[in-house]
């Protein structure tokens, strides 16, 4: 419990994500276009289709799906990172994954702070795709050196953001007013800033190694790369983006369409190129100008059990590797998907994806125990089940959208080389794992359903 006066983690996270949304819209005008456009499509979806927004608003789904947001953001180094977690754990966010991207020729490796119980995510499910950028993995050692001493001169935290963090650790939380502050002081970390703190030549040099090495090493801070709502239909958004002035990346990355969706759907539009001022420009006026900032949307389906991710994977090989080389992406993923079975009976009797049970009614049929088998008492009508949101990223899908704000270049070729050791070291903590997480939601609803299953048999 919080001591008397204090205001929860969820409520400053709420705080903070609405903060973040109105500096970005303020910052990159298209994100509003796109979360208006994001909200006309899910009031025309839930108007169309009443069954499913009685679902969401069963689920809870309902209400947090206008505030529903991610953003990402890129450090440079440990410190940075084991700070970020400081702070994000203010706001009741919990590292959760390990993401290796360097096997997609991207020099970084990230975990998601986001809440993890029910209720928090409920409240506000803002979570923040965090990488850290693997410097190890440029060859020149120089340029590394170059890269890592000015990254060790430049302090991204306020001093009053740093004293809130520790305060709210040594006093288990904030009061009304801090928290507001800690919003304020927060925020300055993920601002914009056109100043690039190195020379045009540096900058050029950090470019040409990788431009996400240059996004990262040459600004003040690590500024919200982008924010991107949840939309209940991205092949419509999807559709509509290019009518709204948006230019939206060639494919959907994830699974394709489906009657029952699984895992994530994301798209973007191409980062915004940007005037910056590099340290020599004073007097000479010339800037230069940086591509990182964008908008995306995402569509989530339900979280699959390891048996339904290694699935999902293989066939996502399939598709991109192995589909006939003439037909369009979106159709080959169509058809290796066809092996992927899309009926939650089928997915959840098979145990491909993860449900919350509850019981249906007040009785059991004669002859059924309440600690019967689970999908018995699915059958049987004593219980019912629904999908459990996926709450996490895809390295694969992260990967695309890397790629495609990295404006199609920068495809550098590095080993794949996994260190979660090593982000967890310099993160300060372990990082959780989503499928336990998954797991323990759905067995403490089985346990929940049979307990007041017991009660009925007994009554
Ligand atoms: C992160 C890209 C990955 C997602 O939603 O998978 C991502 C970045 O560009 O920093 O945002
Ligand atoms: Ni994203």
Redo the contacts with the bound molecule.
């Keep these: 419990m919080n001591k008397t006066g204090m205001i929860s983690a969820d409520e400053i996270r709420a705080r903070f994500a609405r903060a973040m949304s109105d500096m970005y819209r303020q910052e990159v005008p298209q994100y509003g276009t796109l979360t208006d456009l994001v909200a006309r499509i899910n009031a025309q979806v839930l108007q169309a289709d009443p069954a499913l927004r009685a679902r969401l608003a069963a689920t809870g789904a309902l209400d947090r799906l206008d505030v529903e947001r991610?953003?990402?953001?890129?450090l440079g180094t440990a410190a940075e990172l084991a700070t970020m977690r400081r702070l994000f754990a203010v706001m009741g966010m919990a590292p959760v994954g390990y993401y290796d991207l360097s096997a997609a020729g991207i020099p970084?490796h990230?975990t998601a702070f986001r809440p993890v119980d029910d209720a928090a995510l409920a409240r506000n499910p803002f979570r923040v795709?965090t990488?850290l950028l693997r410097l190890d993995l440029i060859a020149d050692t120089a340029l590394r050196a170059e890269a890592e001493r000015i990254l060790a001169a430049r302090h991204i935290f306020t001093p009053g953001a740093l004293a809130l963090i520790a305060q709210a650790e040594a006093e288990g939380g904030l009061a009304d007013a801090q928290a507001d502050l800690f919003v304020r002081e927060a925020l300055e970390t993920f601002r914009w800033h056109r100043e690039a703190t190195v020379s045009a030549a540096t900058y050029r040099r950090l470019h040409d190694a990788h431009r996400l090495i240059a996004d990262v090493v040459c600004f003040k801070g690590p500024h919200i790369?982008?924010l991107?709502p949840r939309t209940l239909d991205i092949d419509a958004a999807q559709a509509e983006m290019p009518a709204c002035g948006m230019r939206a990346k060639d494919v959907v990355?994830g699974p394709p369409r489906r009657a029952c969706p699984i895992l994530?759907r994301?798209t973007?539009f191409a980062a915004l190129e940007e005037p910056i001022l590099f340290r020599d420009d004073a007097g000479t006026g010339q800037g230069g100008c940086h591509t990182a900032r964008?908008g995306?949307i995402?569509q989530r389906g339900m979280a699959l059990t390891p048996k339904g991710r290694a699935l999902y994977d293989r066939l996502l090989r399939t598709a991109r590797d192995d589909g006939p080389a003439d037909q369009p992406y979106a159709t080959r993923l169509q058809r290796a998907f066809t092996r992927f079975p899309d009926s939650e009976d089928e997915l959840r009797t098979q145990g491909l994806a993860y449900f919350r049970y509850a019981p249906a009614g007040a009785s059991l049929p004669p002859g059924l125990s309440a600690d019967a088998p689970i999908d018995d008492l699915v059958r049987a009508g004593a219980a019912v089940a629904t999908p459990i949101t996926y709450e996490d990223?895809?390295p694969v899908?992260?990967?695309?959208?890397?790629r495609s704000?990295?404006g199609g270049g920068g495809g550098a070729d590095y080993a794949a080389n996994a260190d979660r050791a090593g982000f967890e070291a310099a993160l300060g903590a372990a990082v959780q794992d989503e499928c336990t997480l998954y797991a323990a939601i759905q067995d403490q609803s089985i346990a929940a359903t049979r307990h007041a299953l017991h009660g009925a048999a007994s009554a």
């Design positions: 991610h953003g990402a953001i890129r970084v990230s795709f990488s790369n982008h991107t990355e994530l994301q973007s964008f995306e995402e990223f895809l899908s992260a990967a695309g959208i890397f704000n990295l």
